[in-house]
């Protein structure tokens, strides 16, 4: 999808009050899938044990089901772009909400462990699309004047999704008598946790007939009327709105469509600063923050945590996860996004060697001794507490600024690509390397912490305050 960074015209973007409200619940309804993004991404976390028991299969198999969903997202975010350009963006969103549907369904009433992982992928799929499409049209329908705080709605609600699938997994777990294999509505207590998304994608669903279609899409299919309209719906009336339509195209006419090809050069493949938003892409994820959503439930039970208890920690922490979140927003623009990843940094090195540390201890009677419980306990919401007001927001607005004009889509989309495939590898080889040492697999992910502060003194600079067209 094309870049949507047209200045605004005079007069432009200043949405009067009763015009703001309906921006609003227009972005609301589109972040939905942002909603779908972090529900469908972290509710496999009570499910993982129950899939164990019932297909009766090893860590390795068992990592392989739960990380086959990143392939679909890797091609649905890879995709995105260019289906929205071809049918709209609302079409685009109609299709995530069908497929977030019928993965829900196909997840929750599987034949064997392969459907379940094709379900799976297809659900990908979906989470792909949302994680493109959905900042893509927020930034188009926003009046100038409040595209960035209404852009912040895709990342509130991706973790809120997280936050919410963690609760309802809780709520049915407690209802199901705290066996995740407990039948609940004729099924087990984790086929109801995978089905309940059908709730959330309907209703992305039917918001997404609420909604209007970008004016700059349809400015590119050559209805200029109908955009007028949409921009006169969001931004008021006080706005030459034929000059604004010619801006936009204007806009259109003269971005550079950048290639892969234009990343290549240096020493090494890709130009450095390439390398460097790779770089930011795999500390991101190497340092295990996706264990935290996708594996916290099983590893608060390897710990002789109980099953209850275990999914009530995978809900504080994502409580924890949205606090931090609001920190980074609150932040990022005020002590800068270099600052923010170093503090971050810090802190996570500190959670994970606790964490280590904690877990490098024998279990008694099948669990932790009580003091080394609650270090690791309290150690693994202080490192989700740093990731989210840091790397969890700040390497997005790095990504989205670092790179010159020229290559900045196909600079992103590489970068984008190597942070799925990081997450894969982290989503993948976590089981069997918690079977082989669990303190031994947390000192890993502190080390790529640790790494990760000289990574950013030496090769990030500080985009805060500077204009897209100065980044050389």
Not at 25 to 41: K, P, W
Not at 144 to 151: D, T, V
Not at 257 to 264: A, G, P, Q, R, T
Request: aromatic fraction near 12%; include cysteine; charge should be neutral.
């Amino acid at each position: 999808m094309a870049s949507t960074s047209q200045a605004p015209s005079p007069g432009a973007g200043t949405a009067h009050p009763d015009h703001l409200g309906h921006v609003i619940f227009i972005a609301a309804a589109a972040a939905m899938g942002g909603f779908l993004f972090g529900y469908d991404s972290s509710v496999i976390n009570g499910a993982v044990e129950a899939i164990r028991d019932r297909y009766d299969v090893g860590s390795a198999v068992l990592a392989q089901v739960i990380a086959v969903a990143l392939i679909g997202c890797a091609i649905g975010a890879a995709t995105a772009g260019r289906i929205a350009d071809r049918i709209g963006r609302i079409r685009c969103m109609q299709i995530a909400a069908v497929l977030f549907t019928v993965s829900a369904v196909g997840s929750a009433l599987p034949f064997a462990l392969w459907d379940l992982a094709m379900w799976r992928i297809i659900g990908g799929f979906a989470i792909g699309m949302a994680s493109v499409i959905g900042p893509a049209y927020i930034a188009e329908v926003s009046p100038p004047a409040y595209r960035g705080r209404l852009g912040s709605f895709q990342q509130a609600a991706i973790v809120i999704g997280i936050a919410v699938s963690q609760l309802v997994n809780w709520g049915l777990l407690n209802a199901a008598g705290g066996d995740q294999r407990g039948e609940l509505m004729g099924l087990e207590a984790w086929q109801v946790m995978l089905g309940v998304m059908v709730i959330p994608a309907v209703l992305y669903g039917l918001l997404s007939f609420a909604i209007p279609e970008s004016p700059r899409f349809l400015i590119s299919v050559g209805k200029r009327e109908r955009a007028k309209q949409i921009l006169e719906e969001v931004e008021g009336k006080n706005v030459d709105f034929d000059a604004r339509v010619d801006e936009i195209e204007h806009a259109m006419h003269r971005e550079e469509k950048s290639s892969f090809k234009d990343l290549l050069g240096g020493s090494f493949f890709f130009k450095p600063i390439v390398w460097i938003g790779i770089g930011l892409s795999v500390f991101q994820q190497f340092v295990g923050i996706n264990v935290a959503f996708y594996y916290s439930s099983t590893l608060w039970q390897s710990v002789g945590v109980d099953p209850a208890d275990s999914f009530f920690y995978s809900f504080t922490t994502s409580i924890i996860n949205i606090v931090g979140t609001v920190i980074a927003m609150i932040f990022v623009d005020r002590v800068g996004r270099k600052p923010l990843a170093l503090v971050g940094s810090v802190g996570m090195v500190i959670g994970l060697a606790l964490e280590a540390w904690a877990f490098s201890f024998h279990l008694v009677d099948g669990k932790l001794p009580a003091t080394q419980g609650w270090v690791a306990l309290i150690a693994a919401h202080v490192f989700v507490l740093f990731f989210a007001l840091s790397w969890g927001v700040v390497v997005w607005v790095f990504l989205g600024e670092m790179f010159p004009n020229r290559i900045r889509a196909a600079a992103l989309g590489v970068a984008a690509s190597a942070q799925w495939i990081a997450n894969w590898a982290i989503t993948a080889s976590f089981p069997s390397l918690a079977d082989w040492n669990l303190s031994g697999t947390y000192v890993i992910y502190t080390v790529f912490a640790a790494l990760s502060i000289p990574f950013v003194l030496k090769f990030v600079k500080e985009t805060k305050g500077k204009a897209l067209e100065e980044m050389g």
